[in-house]
């Protein structure tokens, strides 16, 4: 696949401080084909992440580690207010029922995998990313969480459901009109099998891209029968238990493409920004949410939250941080990804940022935050 100009290899004078890498990037490397040992209880977890702009990002103490099948690292113990008495996000969820479930999907360990592995769940985990405010951080996170579950040996599926096709970019996929996108799987009934392709920069990763032509499947959904259920009924048709993870990206609204991913997922993930106005439209998604849940998709829960854009230099990133963590409890990763230059970056050389400079902040918190997942509802 095509690059731009500095072929991936970022230029280190350009870092700021706290995203000097730490020179070791063997973690981004594809685990070695039939790896060879389980991954249970080796290693430790790596310390300090619970809030990532206050550690040492981008040092060899976070790299490489080996995690353990005992779940992900506690939560730090909350201070200050209890759960739910948090004044910004309550008035974010005015009138919307939020559900406090845990994820609790059981994994495996997978014998005979490469230590570097992560444990991969027992059955497919279809994980929508919503949040129809734009520029929070879906599409980034789609990507960058897909390409870390990947390279520690999950077979990972990123759906591309926005029309601009950010994450097809992002993965190293074509997406021009005559490319077979999602558009024809929703609109033509063209089978999901005849889309994917595989993510050139990845073992193990796939992409169903995404062309501008989606941007008219809005309305032509309209008409459509079972219109809201599209999506599901591709993903129905197809093997997708040869995968561990199908990832959904959503575009920023919460119309039919949208409302797709919601019925075409069991579980949903929400990227939250670190600013004051990232909360807004908060409560109106979750009320969707349990619109969805009662009528189309039962199965439905919110699953995680991500902390992304996180800058540690603002008290509002702390407090959004806070009070977020305060509302919604254990679902929101311990794991908040940082603002970096380096994450902006990588899409316009066609890269996720674990690629592209595996030992920046943006990467090694992807990483930490992937690892959560995987290791998110160990049932021992
Ligand atoms: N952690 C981050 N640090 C710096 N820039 C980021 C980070 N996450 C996302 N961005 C940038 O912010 C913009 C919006 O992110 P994106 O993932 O496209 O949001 P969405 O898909 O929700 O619209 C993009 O330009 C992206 O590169
Ligand atoms: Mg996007």
Redesign the pocket.
Known sequence: MSTGPGLGRPDRAAETPDEQPSGRDENAQPPSAGGTQGSAGQGTMPSGHAMWGNTTSGTAENVGYVPTNTGAQPPEPRKGRKQGESELVREALKDAKVSHETSATGVRTVPGRGDREWPRPDKCRVITIA?Q???????????NLAASLALHGAQVLVVDL?PQG?ASTALGVEHHAEVPSIYEVLIEDMPLGDIVVPAPEIPNLYCAPATLNLAGAEIELVSKVARESRLRRALDSYEIEKFDYVLI?CP?SLGLLTVNALVGGDELLI?IQCEYYALEGLGQLIRTVDLVKAHLNPKLKVSTILL???DARTRLAAQVAEDVRSHFGDVVLNTV???????????SYGQSVITYDPGSS?AL?YREAASEMAHGGTVQ
């Open positions: 949040n405010k734009g520029g929070v951080g879906k599409t980034t996170s789609s990507v926005d950010n990206d920023p990227p992304t854009m996180y990804i940082p603002r970096s230059v380096r994450v902006s970056e990588a899409p943006g918190a």
